[in-house]
Structure formats: C-alpha cells, structure tokens
C-alpha cells in the first residue's frame, strides 16, 4: 500500500520560515520525481517544486530564491524548506510521486502565513 505522509505545516507571519516533509513507503523511492503542489480554494493546484530521480530541481518562478526542495532517498523523504513566507503562499501544500508504475497524491497540510 502507497502512502504519502506530510508534516509541518501550521500558522506562521510573513517572512518565516517553515519546512515541509513527506514520507512515502510503498514505492520504489529512488525512482520517483517528488513534487510539491499548493491549492487555495477556488483555484487549480499549481506544482511549486519537483526533484527528479537523478536529483535535479525545478521551482516555480514565484518560489525561486524561498523556498528548497530535497530528497533523502535512504529515508524515503523529501523535505521543503520554505523561508520568507509571503500571505500568498497560504495554501494546503500536497506530496506528489510519479514514476513508471504510477503517481500517488498525499493527503496534504495547511500552511497559513498571517499576521
């Protein structure tokens, strides 16, 4: 059974930081590209940032320079680091996983950035 577990969301004030991790049993872990995905409601969930199996990464323009994706592949986690939080970047962050033999959604974790 494929599961996807994320953590670390919570309440934090413009500028902060928080991190994100997402751990996945079931898979080939290695052989996955690992994204993370944001959705406000209303609105169609937008990738944020991916690394691929040979370890490179790709952000979306609006993240760039904030925030840090990274995979532990001995731990089966991947990890985002996000720094200087921004009241739009308030969403429900979810852990994605594609590979050959499918792709796999985690549940999600709230990250509001008020004041």
């Known amino acids: 059974q494929v599961q996807l577990m994320e953590s670390g969301g919570g309440l934090v004030q413009p500028g902060g930081s928080l991190r994100l991790s997402c751990a996945a049993s079931?898979?080939?872990?290695?052989?996955?590209?690992i994204s993370w995905h944001r959705q406000v409601p209303g609105k169609q969930r937008e990738s944020v940032a991916v690394t691929f199996s040979d370890g490179s990464t790709h952000y979306v323009d609006s993240v760039k320079d904030r925030f840090t994706i990274s995979r532990d592949n001995a731990k089966n986690t991947v990890s985002l680091q996000m720094d200087s939080l921004k009241p739009e970047d308030t969403a429900v962050y979810y852990c994605?996983?594609?590979?050959?033999?499918?792709?796999?959604w985690g549940q999600g974790t709230q990250v509001t950035v008020s004041s």
């Open positions: 079931g898979i080939a872990f290695r052989l996955y590209a």
């Open positions: 994605y996983a594609a590979g050959r033999a499918g792709a796999h």
